[in-house]
């Protein structure tokens, strides 16, 4: 049987012929294409065929010749692109106004916090930075102060009931008298009335050093107002009361011998009672207490 040479001995011997081919066809044109002028008689070479041994030469030439090897192409390293943050630059806030003259700028930005709509108008904007201070100086000594609110009084009058002889106690509607201001503490987050304590604390400072504490400061003061409301005692129902005279006393002596500010905080119901204490928690934790 026959063996077909390999494809690089093929390649030399078609070209060989192609070269025969060409000057066979080369001859018979100039042979066929008739005289058109007196031509001499030229002896063409003799065509001369690839041997055999030329063949095989060739074709172990090549086998003999390195095969060209293809080297992985490099990829180029990704470019990693590093963004430098840019420091946020926060507005610089204008110098604090004098304490004599700050109740406009005070009042403006205590209004746009968010509280709920139509509880802001219970602010007093009346020196309203003195009265602030006075009135947390009072509750921490458990004592009620007049003249310096620093909310307005609610419309409503306070209302008891009869359940015997002597014998009186806080009417449940008087919830509704309360809740205005169990909502308006509840409205705005402890950090937005933080911020704005920390922003004009220098005038709260001022004020609460002209009440004559040499050793004690502001936030000291707050921190037992605050203490003193959450000591409250809790009670589940609302507490009996007795009329000696033209004012109501508790009928229990043991409440009646609590400070001011926590009698007054018991005429809250008791579920008011435990929302206003879950904000003072709060207030109380923001402050580090």
């Known amino acids: 049987m026959s063996q077909q ?10 070209a060989g012929l192609a070269g025969v081919v060409l000057i066979i066809i080369a ?14 008689t030229v002896t063409l070479p003799p065509v001369l ?9 060739v074709e172990q030439a090549e086998q003999m010749q ?6 992985p192409a490099v990829m180029p390293e990704p470019i990693t692109t590093i963004e430098t943050p840019v420091a946020e630059v926060k507005p610089e806030l204008p110098p604090l106004p004098p304490l004599n003259v700050s109740d406009k700028v005070i009042s403006d930005d205590l209004l746009a916090l968010n509280w709920k709509a139509g509880m802001a108008s219970l602010f007093n904007r009346e020196d309203m930075v003195r009265h602030f201070v006075v009135t947390v100086d009072n509750l921490a000594q458990g004592r009620l102060v007049a003249g310096h609110a620093v909310l307005s009084a609610p419309a ?10 002597d014998r009186f106690r806080m009417a449940a509607a008087n919830a509704a008298r309360y809740e205005p201001y169990i909502q308006l503490l509840e409205s705005v987050p402890a950090r937005q009335l933080l911020a704005l304590k920390a922003r ?14 040499p050793d004690m400061s502001f936030e000291q003061r707050l921190r037992q107002t605050i203490n003193l409301l959450l000591a409250t005692p809790e009670l589940s129902s609302q507490p009996e009361l007795i009329r000696p005279s033209v004012m109501y006393i508790y ?39």
């Open 5 to 14: 040479a390999s494809g690089g001995g093929q390649s030399v011997y078609y």
């Open 27 to 40: 001859a018979l044109w100039f042979l066929f294409k008739g005289p058109a002028e007196p031509t001499e």
């Open 49 to 57: 065929l690839p041997q055999p041994e030329q063949v095989a030469a």
């Open 66 to 71: 390195p095969e060209a090897v293809n080297e």
């Open 156 to 165: 409503d009058a306070f209302l008891v009931e009869q359940v015997a002889p």
């Open 200 to 213: 004009y604390q220098p005038l709260l400072d001022e004020a609460f050093a002209e009440l004559g504490y």
């Open 251 to 289: 009928a229990d002596p043991q409440l009646e011998a609590l400070p001011e500010a926590q009698k007054q905080l018991l005429r809250l119901s008791p579920a008011q009672q435990r929302r206003l204490k879950a904000v003072l928690q709060t207030y109380q934790q923001a402050l580090g207490n």
